[in-house]
C-alpha cells in the first residue's frame, strides 16, 4: 500500500503520528527485529527483562495491556527460541505463579537487537539532520508526559 503524503497531510495531527508509529513498527520488525528473530512485542518483553531481569507473568501482561492467552504465546514462542524461560515464584504457594527470566541466549539476541537498533537510528538522525532532531526533541517533550498521564489515568 502506498501512502500519499499529500493525503496524509490532510489528516489530524493523531492520525499522522497512528500512521508514523505503525510504518516505524513495520520498518523495525522488517529490518531490525525479523533478522534477529524477534517480533515487536518479543522484543518489548526482552526489553522489560532486561531492565527488570525477573518478572512475574501477571506484570508483564499487564504492562503490555495484552491477554493472558496472547502473552502465553509470545511467551511459549521465545521459550522455543531459548531467549526466555519460565519458572515458579519462590515463596509462593500458588504454583500458577509464573515468573519470566531471559535466558544468556536471549541476552545476546537483545544486545545485538539493540545493536541494530542503534545503527538504524544513527542513519534516520543522518538523514534528519540537527534541526529536525531538535524540533522533533521540543514536540516529543511536549507530547510525552501527555500521553504517558493519559496512559496512567486510563488504567485507574
Not at 499529500?6 to 527485529?33: C, D, P
Not at 514462542?77 to 524461560?85: D, G, P, Q
Not at 504454583?95 to 537498533?117: D, P, V, Y
Request: hydrophobic letters at 40%; proline letters at 2%; glycine letters at 2%.
Amino acid at each position: 500500500m502506498k501512502i500519499n503524503i499529500r493525503q496524509l497531510e490532510k489528516k489530524s495531527i493523531a492520525e499522522r503520528i497512528f500512521v508514523l508509529a505503525a510504518i516505524m513498527e513495520s520498518f523495525a520488525n522488517q529490518r531490525i527485529l525479523k533478522p534477529q528473530g524477534l517480533s515487536f512485542s518479543g522484543y518489548k518483553i526482552l526489553a522489560m527483562l532486561d531492565r527488570y531481569k525477573k518478572l512475574p507473568f501477571n506484570d508483564i501482561m499487564d504492562c503490555l495491556n495484552s491477554t493472558k492467552s496472547n502473552l502465553s504465546q509470545r511467551i511459549k514462542h521465545l521459550e522455543k527460541k531459548r531467549y526466555v524461560k519460565k519458572f515458579h515464584q519462590k515463596n509462593n504457594k500458588d504454583k500458577r505463579m509464573i515468573a519470566i527470566e531471559m535466558t544468556a541466549f536471549g541476552k545476546k539476541k537483545f544486545k545485538a537487537a539493540q545493536s541494530e537498533i542503534e545503527k538504524s537510528a544513527l542513519v534516520i538522525e543522518s538523514y534528519l539532520g540537527d534541526e529536525d532532531i531538535s524540533r522533533f526533541n521540543v514536540f516529543f517533550k511536549k507530547l510525552f508526559p501527555y500521553l504517558i498521564e493519559s496512559k496512567n489515568q486510563d488504567m485507574k
